[in-house]
């Protein structure tokens, strides 16, 4: 199983970038998809995380300016982020809960990380 993401970048204050994340693999179903983000310095911490029914929760510093949201025809997850803040500035990580095909349970799997940098 490998989660792969893309779409971070350089971008200016008030701007706008959309994260993607592919699931593939040996993967049997997909329980819950998110993004994390880690900040020099810092923990990584929650950013926002959806269900495969669709609900969703954020981190209350990214409500009401980040959209979570999947497609699970393509075992994707992507993460639309407006009103872009300097403090956003992290590496991104995408995160799914799954059970693969030759696991006995569910597990959580990660994906490499993608720079968002937010500049002033």
């Known amino acids: 199983v490998q989660l792969q993401a893309s779409g971070g970048g350089l971008v200016q204050a008030g701007g706008s970038l959309r994260l993607s994340c592919e699931a593939s693999g040996s993967i049997f179903s997909i329980y819950v998809m998110g993004w994390y983000r880690q900040a020099p310095g810092k923990q990584r911490e929650l950013v926002a995380r959806i269900t495969s029914g669709g609900s969703t929760n954020y981190a209350n510093s990214v409500k009401g300016r980040f959209t979570i949201s999947r497609d699970n025809a393509k075992n994707t997850v992507y993460l639309q982020m407006n009103s872009l803040k300097p403090e956003d500035t992290a590496v991104y990580y995408c995160?799914?809960?799954?059970?693969?095909?030759?696991?006995?349970?569910?597990?959580?799997?990660w994906g490499q990380g993608t720079q968002v940098t937010v500049s002033s």
């Open positions: 995160n799914a809960e799954l059970l693969s095909v030759y696991a006995a349970r569910r597990r959580e799997y």
